[in-house]
């Protein structure tokens, strides 16, 4: 994400839709999605970067340290991150996504499209081979 951010969406080029699709076990991983759409502003995918980078840690660790972890990378203090998950609009923004995920046909995590059609491959050089012939247009 960081090499496709800086060469298509930092320049204007694309825009990245981002969908959550809590996977298993997904009441933990719905969790860690509304932790991360309660950040501050700018913050999210700080957050989703974190959730993902420790998610191998989150068996030998258990969820305390690993949710902790993400929480800290908020932006915001515990209590504010808590009124956030209780908060019924946080749900219904969750639920969305997924909704629009399943929608769109995603069946698992990561799937990535370009125009609404799959890609094949998670790496930066299959992302360019589906961006770059649409930017030639």
């Not at 951010?5 to 809590?22: E, S």
């Not at 997904?26 to 970067?49: H, K, Q, S, T």
């Not at 046909?105 to 890609?119: A, D, I, Q, R």
């Amino acid at each position: 994400l960081p090499a496709f951010k800086a060469r298509y969406i930092d320049t204007g080029k694309v825009r990245l839709v981002h969908r959550n699709l809590p996977t298993q076990p997904a009441n933990v991983a719905a969790a860690a999605a509304a932790v991360a759409i309660c950040a501050a502003p700018g913050r999210y995918f700080d957050v989703a970067e974190v959730f993902m980078r420790d998610q191998a840690n989150l068996r030998t660790t258990g969820a305390k340290p690993w949710f902790d972890a993400g929480l800290a990378a908020t932006g915001k203090t515990r209590e504010q991150v808590e009124t956030c998950l209780n908060d019924p609009a946080t749900r219904a923004a969750l639920q969305a996504q997924i909704a629009g995920a399943e929608a769109a046909g995603v069946e698992g995590t990561p799937t990535l499209f370009v125009n609404g059609k799959p890609v094949a491959g998670y790496s930066l050089e299959a992302l360019s081979a589906a961006v770059d012939p649409l930017l030639r247009r």
